[in-house]
């Protein structure tokens, strides 16, 4: 019927209503949980391998964090955060799977934290992204995981000022920032 | 300057220089079986206790809370506190409620109406419909509907109509097809039971228009006596896949015309209401000479009652040349009456004062009147003593008889007559002979104010609540099997605006469902949804739909409210879903007065522990509050409200959200956006900083003033806090005797840090013990701070 369509089109609209529904369904019958498995896993699963480089390592930590993310739900009580919740899991499955493929003991300093995988080391499509792609190498890691949560997991602002613990307002200032300054980096490259 | 902002071209770019591969669908799939087999494990059902099923152990526990929570806060409370736990949880909704603030509708309802599954050999069955639309305060459901290829039939229930109303007859409109050989139709309101008939005679031809046929039915309410009969209101009813049964299966008769000598007289409309009754009959001229011709009797019989002549007279248009005319009977219907007759006696052709008839029917009419003691002669106009020219020469004296008034004898015996009679017997309409309707038991006249059924499931608006800021809706739905495992409510509820516009987009709204205690399979919820602009009219009109859809499984309304104990789902058993398939699209328009946002200023200041609290402005409806604050952080770091709280007259909620509007260590707000207007006691304070707080609770139109309550302000935690603050905070805890330690990491892409308490006082939880890390470290300002919010200006 047309209107139930459309009615069906704004639902669809309404990501975070949808996702409300599904953290309630998965909290009323664990078998629900793959609802939300599903709207996450691509996201997950691109955030990590940006981080590990490695097919298979980023699919075993993407099993990992759901299957934390599973075990733990009963204690996950923020329905409009699920996005921060999940993704923290995954940094701490990331960090967790440098600590044991580096063999360095975990400390305070920063420096002395392993150094991770580049992919942008890999293939490049075209010049623009190559272009791109170095100018990204060559950010600070902090940007660098602006753009990661940004457009690989996808997030909105307000989950990555949660995750963050950041200002929303903050948050979104420091994207637009850096990608404003790449915008006109490569600009000049182009020159 | 022009703010570069980036596309999304750039961004896909930004994308696509991380070179992520695909991720392997196989992978997806493993991944999601294993999870599948462990949410099966998780799902195994418990031990019951003392061998009880689960709902009773529920109540039980449920009746000891309430009769504990009774004895010692009071019955209200209790109340309030259930409609919390069973998910009732909008403050702001339930004060309005509260308050009685709930609209008086002026609705109609678009139900949409889907196919049933009716096999081609199910027999003739009327299709039960339960369609209700409220309109000047006249609740109207239409019950059911039957059509065979000879017959319509329609019913409704009315709620008691005001005297200076009643229901015009009824117009169909056929989509795609026009029925032939139209014949008449009858309408019967019964002031007994308040059911309406309605019955038509036509052809519509199964093998023409298929088994289903999609029709409209528009029933206007109009004033009574309105000659016009122009629409106060009219119940539309749209109605889809209705079935067409073959043949001629209902047991009433009409007779639609009646030649006699030559003359046809056809009887078109037979409109019966409680206390009269309208007929709309078409009659040929006797002849095409007289200019006009008049049903001069005309009679209605009510089963073998006495035959009452007509009150009033009214000349329609002529319709494909018939003559019609519409006539008044002071008559009416009655529980008992199931037959009524209609005659026409005599047509005449009226003689005017103008008129002067010829000596022949002078001396005509002077033979049939001796009898009478009678004798008349022409005579001028100016003279005459009646219509045609004439004059007595003789009658009789006296008399009070008014059929032997001697005026009117002559002038019946001048007026050219054609003599009856033409009859035409009506079988009322009668739902005994209607096939595959329930016995019905007289019910008490409906006061909802809106339902609608589709196969059997009633969907009741209860109540609904609009003000500036948000709307919300209260509904009940009976018809759908009890199904205590059932989980959540399948389906979708949305609302749009009068200019068709889906209304949200503000990041408010809820959802609540529970089933209604003691009554299987009633279910009672709410909803509501936030403007992402205030309302400022008056008076607003939505279209709320409902629509209840098994079929989806990820569409759901709403979640029941599931205590703790409830027992979880053995391996391989999934909750069924409730409904378990598409039932329909419930679809209510409906008007309702906008209650107006207050914005209340020059709220005192409020000082607490040397940091001051102001209010610039709250912004208030009955069920919500947005509230701009600003206050002079300690530093210039970021100091947020945590906790806050505000409070009505009956309800508290906490905040729900808020936006940072001002903050000069921030640079907020950015260029380009809306400067806020700030007094100068406020700009030129350095730290200062202004936020919006949003409450879902609002003045629930009581005066009582508001209360809110900010326990402290907090520094958001950085990822990593700076060792030198970390260890002057650890040395403050140690004096208050707890330990703990403090780990950070980092990759370089982001960091953190988390606590571990290794030691705590006697009687300390862990989150008091965070409080005092909090506060070790400086990150806690506290208050309270306490405003009181007046709404009378």
């Known amino acids: 019927m047309a209107k139930t369509s459309m009615a069906l089109k704004f639902q669809k609209a309404s990501p975070q209503f949808e996702e409300q529904k599904m953290i309630q369904a998965a909290r009323l019958d664990p078998r629900a949980f793959g609802e939300l498995y599903l709207r996450y896993v691509e996201r997950v699963f691109k955030y990590l391998y940006s981080r590990v480089g490695s097919v298979q390592e980023a699919e075993d930590l993407t099993a990992q964090t759901f299957l934390a993310a599973f075990e733990s739900f009963d204690r996950f009580h923020q329905d409009g955060h699920f996005a921060p919740w999940l993704f923290t899991i995954a940094r701490n499955k990331a960090m967790d799977h440098f600590r044991r493929h580096k063999k360095v003991s975990f400390t305070h300093e920063i420096s002395d934290v392993p150094v991770e995988f580049d992919p942008l080391e890999g293939v490049v499509q075209s010049e623009q992204v190559d272009t791109l792609s170095r100018l990204i190498r060559t950010l600070p890691e902090e940007d660098r995981e602006l753009l990661r949560l940004r457009f690989l997991a996808e997030m909105s602002f307000p989950e990555m000022a949660r995750l963050l613990h950041r200002q929303e307002d903050a948050v979104k200032k420091s994207v637009y920032r850096l990608l404003s300054r790449l915008h006109n980096q490569m600009e000049v490259s182009d020159d | ?793």
């Not at chain 2, 519509?204 to 046929?213: P, R, T, W």
């Not at chain 2, 260029?671 to 700030?678: E, N």
């Open chain 2, 1 to 793: 300057m022009i703010e570069w902002t980036p596309t999304p071209y750039f961004e896909d770019q930004i994308r696509q220089s991380f070179n992520v591969p695909e991720i392997r669908p196989e992978f997806v799939n493993l991944l999601h079986g294993d999870l599948t087999r462990r949410a099966s494990a998780k799902s195994r059902p418990g031990t019951l206790l003392f061998g009880l099923r689960p709902a009773w152990i529920i109540l039980a526990a449920v009746l000891s809370v309430l009769i504990l929570g009774t004895l010692v806060i009071g019955p209200q409370r209790v109340y309030a506190a259930v409609m919390r736990f069973l998910g009732f949880n909008d403050p702001g909704l339930q004060s309005i409620r509260d308050a009685g603030l709930e609209s008086e509708l002026n609705f109609t309802a678009q139900p949409t109406i889907l196919p049933g599954p009716t096999s081609k050999t199910a027999p003739p069955s009327a299709s039960i419909l339960s369609l209700s639309q409220t309109l000047e305060g006249v609740t109207l459901t239409l019950d059911w509907a039957y059509v065979d290829e000879s017959r319509l039939a329609l019913s409704w229930t009315t709620s008691p109509l005001p005297a200076d109303l009643v229901y015009d007859s009824p117009s169909l409109t056929f989509t795609g097809f026009t029925p032939l050989q139209r014949g008449g139709v009858v309408q019967e309101l019964r002031s007994d039971n308040n059911q309406m008939m309605y019955v038509s005679y036509q052809v519509i031809q199964v093998d023409a228009v298929g088994e289903k046929i999609d029709f409209s039915v528009d029933l206007p309410l109009v004033q009574a006596g309105d000659e016009t009969q122009t629409p106060v209101a009219n119940f539309r009813f749209d109605l889809k896949d209705i079935p067409v049964f073959r043949g001629t299966t209902l047991n009433l008769q009409q007779t639609y015309a009646h030649r006699f000598n030559g003359v046809e007289v056809r009887l078109e409309s037979v409109r019966m209401m409680p206390s009269f009754t309208e007929v709309v009959a078409c009659y040929d001229f006797p002849n095409e000479e007289a200019p006009f011709w008049y049903i001069q009797n005309a009679t209605v019989q009510i089963d073998d009652g006495p035959e009452e002549s007509y009150r009033a007279y009214q000349y329609l248009s002529e319709i494909t040349d018939d003559h019609c005319v519409k006539l008044g009977f002071a008559v009416g219907s009655t529980a008992e009456s199931s037959h009524l007759t209609f005659r026409i006696h005599k047509l005449v052709v009226p003689l005017t004062m103008q008129d002067q008839v010829s000596g022949e029917r002078i001396a005509a009419a002077n033979q049939a009147l001796a009898a009478n003691g009678i004798e008349i002669a022409s005579a001028p106009a100016d003279q005459s003593e009646g219509p045609g020219g004439w004059k007595f020469v003789r009658k009789p004296e006296g008399g009070t008889d008014p059929a032997q008034d001697p005026n009117l004898l002559v002038v019946h015996i001048l007026e050219e007559t054609m003599t009856g009679p033409w009859v035409l017997p009506v079988d009322l309409p009668d739902s005994s002979v209607i096939p595959g309707l329930p016995t019905v038991e007289p019910t008490a006249v409906p006061t909802i104010i809106g339902s609608q059924s589709v196969e059997g499931v009633t969907v009741t608006l209860d109540w609904v609540f609009i003000d500036a800021l948000r709307a919300g809706i209260g509904y009940t739905i009976t018809g759908l099997p009890d199904v205590p495992e059932a989980n959540v409510l399948h389906g979708l509820v949305s609302l749009r605006d009068a200019q068709g516009n889906w209304v949200g987009g503000a990041g408010i709204g809820s959802s609540n469902v529970e089933r209604v205690a003691d009554q299987p399979g009633v279910l009672r919820g709410t909803w509501s949804v936030g403007f992402s602009e205030p309302l400022t009219q008056p008076e607003a009109q939505f279209q709320l739909e409902i629509t209840l859809d098994g079929s989806q499984e990820n569409e759901w309304i709403a979640a029941f409210p599931i205590p703790p104990e409830a027992t979880p789902y053995p391996p391989g058993v999934f909750p069924p879903r409730l409904p378990d398939q598409l039932i329909g699209t419930y679809i209510f328009d409906f008007t309702a007065p906008v209650y107006p946002l207050k914005t209340i200023e020059n709220i005192p200041p409020v000082s607490t522990n040397g940091l001051t609290m102001q209010i610039l402005k709250a912004d208030i409806t009955a069920s919500m509050s947005k509230i701009t604050l600003c206050y002079n952080k300690p530093s210039e770091r970021d100091w947020w409200v945590y906790g806050a709280e505000l409070k009505n007259d009956s309800e508290v909620d906490t905040i729900r959200g808020g936006t940072l509007l001002y903050d000069t260590d921030f640079e907020l707000p950015l260029k380009g956006r809306d400067p806020l207007s700030l007094p100068p006691e406020i700009s030129e304070l350095p730290n200062e900083r202004c936020l919006e707080l949003h409450f879902l609770i609002g003045h629930a139109n009581q005066d009582a003033p508001l209360t809110l309550t900010i326990p402290q302000i907090e520094i958001s935690p950085p990822e990593v806090i700076p060792d030198g603050e970390m260890q002057a905070a650890q040395e403050k805890l140690r004096a208050q005797g707890i330990e703990m330690n403090y780990q950070t990491w980092s990759t370089g892409g982001g960091g953190g840090g988390g606590t571990t308490f290794t030691t705590l006082p006697e009687g300390m939880t862990e989150q008091e013990a965070y409080q005092k890390y909090k506060e070790a470290l400086g990150y806690v300002y506290m208050g309270p701070w306490v405003i009181p919010i007046d709404p009378q200006p």
